[in-house]
């Protein structure tokens, strides 16, 4: 019965998202229902105490980003840059190439440490103004985002900062450039794969007649000027906010130490010393100050541009962001309710019985994904559970730690982006489009995340590559 109710609750969940319910209002629902079916008396605490906590604990860190993340790419969708980079890339390459184009932009982003939620509103601009001149179907366009962003930069490439290649670090004491053939081939494979999906799904539909669309929703201003900025000075935002994000990665640690203290010493009206670890913020803080650069840059040379659309920029900005982190925020909660029921414990015990280490990491770490809808948190979840044995089993086979580590990354991204997780939601919802529209493509891409997994183990099988 336990297992019925979170499997119950998951399956609601995803259902009123696909429909295109509010997720802030599901989420909760779909959480305390399988609360109230396990345990009636905890649905209040729960909620105050689980899902309230975690929905604000998650705005409190990543709203910042999200914001910033929203005012670069309204900046960037205003000052012209973003169909300036779209003109060079249609001259130099071609409109029928327009998903490598998009898929670049996105890895580049990402590889270079930029959060995959800010990549989805820094890109937008971007690949709307290149679609809509190369009369792609908008609503193909979030899968080609979620192929750039959300699948091999994200945890397959070999030194990608993103969290998802950092957590297995605590656990299996190995780096981020961990198997890094393995994290190449598993790469090429999404690319290879999912571009000739993508691109079988644009030819066969366009073949059909049907053009960019004309009722949307959340559309970028289009850039009337004759003259366009130059793409050099166009793309140099995007290098800035990478590099400098890499950069203060690097920087802020030293700068701080390994936590920094204000006391009332220093802010008379501090009454209790109030200490951050440094740690847990540094990449949070280096992406937020490397997009107010990257703001910056774009309206100090491009002023005259930005100047007149700015004020109404930033509110839209400000509206589309806090729409968001909360609808993000509210699927965190939910994870957060569910990972604490008797029925998901039963889960994450059964897949401790698989017996092959690699496989077992693999099945363990994607199903806890898919069911907190959170590639991080599923894997958080199932390497502080079973971390241990996978480490004795691994070892008893003679496996590389880092070959454990790259197959643990590269599952977290797998089976996470089902309709219910919050980087699809934010993607969903900065594009103006529905899972109803725009899902299939997702989804074809988490298949493929899916997919490069069992392919990378059978690499490692078959060749001994590391």
């Known amino acids: 019965m336990a297992l019925l109710i979170v499997i ?52 409190k860190l990543y709203f910042p980003v999200f914001l910033l993340g929203a005012l670069f790419g309204k900046v960037i969708e205003i000052s012209g840059f973003a169909a300036a980079i779209v003109a060079a890339a249609i001259r130099y390459i071609g409109r029928s190439r ?23 509103f820094a890109v937008y601009p971007f690949a709307a103004e290149l679609y809509r001149q190369s009369n792609i179907p908008k609503r193909l366009m979030p899968g080609v985002i979620a192929l750039g962003a959300f699948s091999f930069t994200m945890d397959s490439l070999p030194g990608t900062p993103q969290i998802q290649n950092i957590i297995p670090t605590t656990f299996f004491k190995t780096t981020g450039w961990a198997a890094p053939a393995l994290g190449t081939i598993g790469s090429l494979f999404m690319i290879v794969v999912g571009l000739i999906y993508l691109e079988w799904r644009r030819r066969s539909v366009m073949a059909k ?36 994000n890499f950069l203060f990665t690097k920087w ?53 541009r930005v100047s007149g659309a700015l004020a109404d920029g930033t509110r839209a900005a400000a509206a589309g962001a806090l729409l968001a982190a909360i609808n993000t925020a509210s699927e965190y909660g939910f994870g957060a309710v569910i990972a604490a029921l008797p029925g998901f414990v039963v889960i994450s015990d059964a897949l401790k019985t698989i017996p092959n280490p690699l496989v077992n990491a693999a ?3 994607s199903t806890l994904a898919g069911i907190t809808g959170s590639a991080s948190g599923g894997m958080s979840i199932a390497l502080a559970a079973t971390s241990d044995l996978l480490i004795r089993n ?30 699809v939601i934010t993607l969903l919802a900065v594009t103006g489009l529905t899972h109803r529209q725009s899902y299939r493509e997702i989804f074809a891409i988490t298949l493929i995340k899916t997919l490069a997994v069992a392919f990378v183990i059978g690499v490692y099988y078959a060749t001994g590559l590391v």
């Open 8 to 59: 119950a609750a998951l399956c609601f969940l995803m259902l009123a998202a696909y429909r295109g319910y509010s997720v802030i209002i599901f989420a909760p629902i779909a959480a305390l229902a399988a609360v109230l079916l396990t345990e009636p008396a905890a649905v209040a605490p729960v909620f105050s105490g689980i899902f309230m906590e975690k929905m604000v604990g998650f705005v």
């Open 209 to 244: 007649g049907e053009g960019y669309g004309n009722v949307l929703v959340n559309e970028p201003e289009r850039v009337t000027a004759v003259v366009l900025p130059n793409p050099f000075l166009a793309i140099m935002p995007l290098v800035l906010v990478g590099v400098a």
């Open 394 to 423: 691994a070892q008893v086979a003679h496996i590389p730690m880092e070959v454990l580590h790259r197959v643990v990354a590269m599952a977290s991204g797998g089976m996470d982006t089902l309709p219910h997780n919050g980087a």
């Open 98 to 120: 327009a998903n490598v184009v998009i898929v670049v932009v996105c890895a580049l982003l990402t590889y270079g440490g930029v959060s995959v939620f800010v990549v989805v």
């Open 363 to 365: 099945v363990s770490v």
């Open 252 to 304: 802020i640690p030293v700068w701080y130490g390994a936590s920094y203290t204000v006391a009332p010493q220093v802010l008379p009206g501090v009454h209790v010393p109030v200490t951050t670890s440094i740690k847990t913020v540094t990449a949070i803080w280096s992406v937020e100050a490397a997009l107010i650069l990257g703001i910056a840059l774009v309206v100090f040379t491009a002023y005259r």
